[in-house]
């Protein structure tokens, strides 16, 4: 059972982009979901961390202002809003559920993970 992950493509600085993640044979509604992300040649990085109820929310540092996660749980679905989209964000966004009661940003406490989505910022 695998989340998916889709939404991304390119787009140019400044720009947005929304993300979706969802899964058909896994129900996260009570769980913590996050998302994280992958650039070329460097190691996968903590974007963002939403609580089950979506009341409690987390931001990596450099994408806070620009990004919000949300989470519509009727619809099994959690979301990436992207704006003003710089080059820097270029990277494969995945979707995961932590193992954890909490919202986490600890990649090791995630053990479900989607197949990632691509996002490219051009300049």
């Known amino acids: 059972v695998q989340l998916q992950a889709s939404g991304g493509g390119l787009v140019e600085a400044g720009g947005s982009l929304r993300l979706s993640c969802g899964s058909s044979g896994l129900t996260f509604s009570s769980d913590s979901m996050g998302w994280f992300r992958q650039a070329p040649g460097k190691e996968r990085e903590f974007v963002a961390v939403i609580s089950w109820s979506g009341r409690n929310t987390y931001y990596a540092d450099s994408v806070k202002g620009r990004f919000t996660i949300s989470r519509d749980n009727t619809k099994n679905t959690v979301y990436l809003q992207m704006n003003s989209l710089k080059p820097e964000d270029t990277a494969l966004y995945y979707c995961?559920?932590?193992?954890?009661?909490?919202?986490?940003?600890?990649?090791?406490?995630?053990?479900?993970w989607g197949q990632g989505t691509l996002v490219t910022v051009s300049s």
């Open positions: 995961a559920r932590a193992t954890t009661a909490w919202p986490t940003r600890v990649e090791a406490d995630f053990g479900s």
